[in-house]
């Protein structure tokens, strides 16, 4: 490139260029965007909730608590921690 | 959550605003007689680079202040900066190949600066990956911090690289002879082009930062909110 005489035409990797920076950008804007609606949504689902947690609270002493079997654990997708195994 | 405030309405619309300017003067600044026109890219990849680097230096006095205070606050602050750089500067790193291409007829090479670049990317993509894995937050933001305050001695060591080491990248802002170091001499059209991209992204990072720090509130909030309801 740096021995011709004449201007190359390289528009093409100038466009490539913008276009990948401006994609770049609106996928991190709509990322910020989208966990924020998600967010917003869980907040909502955890405040009613807690609004009806108290009676389920109630009811809930009433009912023998069952302990979960280790593979229930690993069905519901929790954690296994070395606590978890000795209990 | 609170509604977004005024000042941040406000400055999303200017930091469009500043991207439309910022991109007509970078697409109408003079033509680059060697390069051609991908020499325009460059407007574009050094805004990011100063931005980025300056983000997550930013990262590292954000780490410093919540190890000593140990104030959440100071988490959510360093995690934001860090973020919105990592963006930036995967843009830089992505631009500076698409350049390279028809400049050194190459998409990549492991030049001091590419590789110190490269470095520090993969560093604070690990940095996201080491915070997913501490579910408590004290625990998560003590090895954040620390981790971050590390990693960002990598933005001063990037941004020296070429004047420290043998490098095929040009030294055009700050070099002794741009044109000698493969770069160029820039003209009064392409100096304003470049110093508006400057600010450009500056805005634009400080509007990100900001919307990113809301973000982390909604997050901390509902963290808490699940150890309450599972209470």
Redesign the interface.
């Known amino acids: 490139m740096f021995f011709q005489e004449s201007t190359p035409d390289t528009s093409g990797y100038m466009i490539a260029g913008y276009t990948v920076a401006f994609i770049v950008m609106a996928l991190y804007v709509a990322s910020i965007y989208l966990r924020t609606r998600n967010l917003r949504q869980d907040m909502n689902l955890l405040e009613e909730m807690e609004e009806t947690a108290p009676p389920v609270q109630i009811a809930a002493k009433n009912i023998p608590m069952k302990k979960p079997a280790r593979s229930e654990n690993h069905r519901s997708g929790k954690p296994v921690t070395k606590r978890s195994r000795k209990k | 959550?609170q509604p977004k405030p005024l000042a941040l309405k406000i400055l999303d619309i200017a930091a469009i605003i500043v991207?439309g300017i910022a991109?007509y003067m970078a697409?109408n600044a003079p033509?680059e007689?060697?390069?051609?026109?991908?020499?325009?890219?460059f407007y574009?990849?050094v805004g990011?680079a100063w931005t980025a680097l300056l983000g997550f230096i930013l990262g590292g006095v954000f780490s410093v202040i919540y190890l000593i205070t140990k104030n959440l606050k100071w988490d959510k602050f360093q995690v934001a900066a860090i973020e919105?750089s990592l963006?930036f500067f995967?843009?830089t790193i992505?631009?500076g190949s698409?350049?390279a291409?028809?400049?050194w007829?190459t998409w990549w090479t492991w030049d001091p600066r590419l590789t110190t670049a490269a470095i520090t990317e993969l560093i604070y993509a690990a940095y996201f990956m080491l915070r997913q894995g501490i579910d408590d937050p004290d625990r998560r933001a003590r090895f954040g911090a620390v981790y971050a305050l590390v990693g960002a001695l990598s933005a001063p060591i990037t941004f020296f690289a070429i004047r420290l080491f043998r490098t095929i990248h040009p030294v055009v802002i700050g070099g002794t002879n741009p044109e000698a170091d493969?770069g160029f001499s820039m003209t009064p059209d392409m100096l304003s082009a470049f110093f508006f991209a400057l600010f450009a992204f500056s805005v634009?990072f400080i509007d990100?930062f900001w919307?990113?720090i809301?973000?982390g509130d909604?997050?901390e909030?509902?963290e808490q909110?699940?150890l309450?309801?599972s209470m």
């Open positions: 959550m991207l991109t697409l033509l007689r060697v390069m051609g026109e991908v020499q325009k890219v574009f990849h990011t919105v963006v995967l843009i992505m631009l698409i350049w291409r028809p400049a007829n493969g634009i990100l919307n990113r809301r973000l909604l997050q909030k509902v909110l699940k309450k309801v």
